[in-house]
């Protein structure tokens, strides 16, 4: 793949043209020149658009696509479509699927349906068999295939002993333990935010505390057993403080948000809308703001879209009984320009691949390109025409988000909407 890129401004502090707003030339999916002006005398496919920036590609560390099983949800093909034409160049794959991805040959075949892709997949395993909390799946098989972190998606590990087990056994080939951040004792039946508003509209709560005491166990089993956990989606005051505390410790812990958690807060459930119906929860305002405090001082390592995609028939139903779960690859740089400047949007949607083993590059000559594309300045309200996703629900819709998405390049291919 050859191509010229014409008067794009580099966002990349790792770049010698950080800032700078020049001409990027890639000849066989390698950066060859970055100049002020460059010609084409090859005829190379030239890309000139609006307001053009280009960063590092991005990575999200939690999306599910439904496949195999739940192809009417979204399919893989579709679903790394989807992230091209978002911004982003490499993605981790929740195993939720049906079957659940617990062994060598489900990894295998997750990454074979994403061969020769624009964007990288990488599969995440069952952290259990089944997802069922009970066994161990087969972490170093799956590791071998090309596992790069085990998490039983939205599911807690409530048995502690199997949790100690599974840091301390992954720990021997250096793998990363994901564990959900919720108490199921405590939230129960929960279906949001256990605070004023779930008592005004009668729907059950799920209360921070859930979450926090998931949190300190697990932390409490990291420290005993010297691992590596992951711990992904929190969204509450408390976390951000255990954690941060944690790290002072010189634990070896790192831990995400999502970004519907940063930006709406259970108040958006007087309409009983089941987009807004997410785990963990909405929570309050004041968790929204220690969220984002979290990620301006390193806190939290890494946002995620937690790109959730759910058919109509399980959403369109009563609150108490929808499934949990919004589509966010869309939205994601647009929702996050709404609270940080553009620098530090990017910072955190390039955040986070070091610690799934994903090598970084740079916008310098000589790499391989790996960019994703965008206009950070372009306001526009979204709708359902600006989803790719085979499923529709979104928490975004006729929010007013702020920077449009061109694209990608990388893996020696152009995708562009």
């Given at each position: 793949?050859n191509?010229?890129?014409?008067s794009?401004?580099?966002?990349?502090?790792?770049?010698?043209?950080?800032?700078?707003?020049?001409?990027?030339?890639?000849?066989?999916?390698?950066?060859?020149?970055?100049?002020?002006?460059i010609?084409?005398?090859?005829?190379?496919?030239?890309?000139k658009?609006?307001?053009?920036?280009?960063?590092?590609?991005?990575?999200?560390s939690?999306?599910?696509?439904?496949?195999?099983?739940?192809?009417?949800?979204?399919?893989?093909?579709?679903?790394?479509?989807?992230?091209?034409?978002?911004?982003?160049?490499?993605?981790?794959?929740?195993?939720?699927?049906?079957?659940?991805?617990d062994?060598?040959?489900?990894?295998t075949?997750?990454?074979s349906?994403?061969?020769?892709n624009?964007?990288?997949?990488?599969?995440?395993?069952?952290?259990?068999?089944?997802?069922?909390?009970?066994?161990?799946?087969?972490?170093?098989?799956?590791?071998?295939?090309?596992?790069?972190?085990?998490?039983?998606?939205?599911?807690?590990i409530?048995?502690?002993?199997?949790?100690?087990?599974?840091?301390?056994?992954?720990?021997?080939?250096d793998?990363?333990?994901?564990?959900?951040?919720?108490?199921?004792?405590?939230?129960?039946?929960?279906?949001?935010?256990?605070?004023?508003?779930?008592?005004?509209?009668?729907?059950?709560?799920?209360?921070?505390?859930?979450?926090e005491?998931?949190?300190?166990?697990?932390?409490?089993?990291?420290?005993?057993?010297?691992?590596?956990?992951?711990?992904?989606?929190?969204?509450?005051?408390?976390?951000?403080?255990?954690?941060?505390?944690?790290?002072?410790?010189?634990?070896?812990?790192?831990?995400?948000?999502?970004?519907?958690?940063?930006?709406?807060?259970?108040?958006?459930?007087?309409?009983?809308?089941?987009?807004?119906?997410?785990?963990?929860?909405l929570?309050?305002?004041?968790?929204?703001?220690?969220?984002?405090?979290?990620?301006?001082?390193?806190?939290?390592?890494?946002?995620?879209?937690?790109?959730?995609?759910?058919?109509?028939?399980?959403?369109?139903?009563?609150?108490?009984?929808?499934?949990?779960?919004?589509?966010?690859?869309?939205?994601?740089?647009?929702?996050?320009q709404?609270?940080?400047?553009?620098?530090?949007?990017?910072?955190?949607?390039?955040q986070?691949?070091?610690?799934?083993?994903?090598?970084?590059?740079?916008?310098?000559?000589?790499?391989k390109?790996?960019?994703?594309?965008?206009?950070?300045?372009?306001d526009?309200?979204?709708?359902?025409?600006?989803?790719?996703?085979?499923?529709?629900?979104?928490?975004?819709?006729?929010?007013?988000?702020?920077?449009?998405?061109?694209?990608?390049?990388?893996?020696?291919?152009?995708?562009?909407k």
């Amino acid at each position: 793949m050859n191509a010229l890129i014409k008067s794009a401004t580099i966002v990349d502090s790792k770049s010698d043209f950080h800032n700078e707003t020049v001409d990027i030339l890639i000849e066989k999916g390698r950066i060859s020149k970055i100049s002020k002006r460059i010609s084409n005398p090859k005829n190379y496919k030239e890309i000139k658009l609006d307001n053009l920036h280009v960063s590092q590609g991005w990575f999200d560390s939690s999306v599910s696509f439904g496949e195999p099983g739940y192809e009417e949800r979204e399919t893989i093909i579709n679903g790394l479509k989807t992230a091209a034409r978002s911004g982003f160049t490499a993605v981790a794959l929740n195993a939720n699927s049906n079957p659940v991805i617990d062994s060598y040959a489900d990894i295998t075949f997750v990454k074979s349906k994403a061969n020769d892709n624009a964007v990288n997949l990488y599969p995440i395993g069952a952290l259990t068999q089944g997802s069922k909390g009970e066994n161990l799946a087969e972490l170093f098989d799956m590791t071998n295939a090309g596992a790069v972190a085990f998490y039983d998606y939205q599911k807690p590990i409530s048995n502690p002993n199997l949790m100690k087990i599974a840091m301390q056994y992954a720990s021997n080939f250096d793998g990363l333990v994901c564990s959900f951040p919720q108490e199921s004792k405590i939230s129960g039946l929960g279906v949001a935010n256990e605070h004023i508003n779930s008592t005004k509209l009668g729907l059950k709560g799920n209360p921070a505390l859930a979450e926090e005491l998931q949190v300190a166990r697990d932390l409490f089993l990291l420290e005993y057993t010297e691992g590596k956990l992951h711990i992904p989606t929190i969204s509450t005051v408390k976390s951000v403080e255990l954690i941060r505390a944690a790290k002072a410790k010189k634990l070896d812990v790192t831990c995400s948000v999502a970004i519907h958690n940063l930006i709406f807060t259970d108040e958006v459930l007087n309409s009983f809308d089941t987009n807004f119906k997410v785990l963990p929860p909405l929570r309050t305002q004041t968790d929204c703001d220690a969220l984002i405090e979290g990620l301006k001082d390193g806190t939290i390592d890494m946002v995620t879209t937690d790109h959730n995609p759910i058919d109509i028939e399980d959403k369109k139903i009563e609150f108490d009984y929808a499934k949990y779960g919004t589509i966010g690859l869309e939205s994601a740089f647009g929702a996050l320009q709404n609270i940080f400047t553009t620098k530090k949007t990017i910072s955190l949607l390039t955040q986070g691949k070091s610690r799934f083993g994903i090598s970084e590059s740079s916008i310098n000559e000589g790499e391989k390109a790996n960019l994703s594309l965008f206009n950070p300045d372009k306001d526009y309200i979204f709708k359902t025409t600006h989803i790719s996703s085979r499923s529709k629900n979104s928490a975004f819709f006729d929010k007013t988000l702020k920077g449009e998405t061109y694209g990608i390049i990388a893996n020696n291919k152009i995708v562009l909407k």
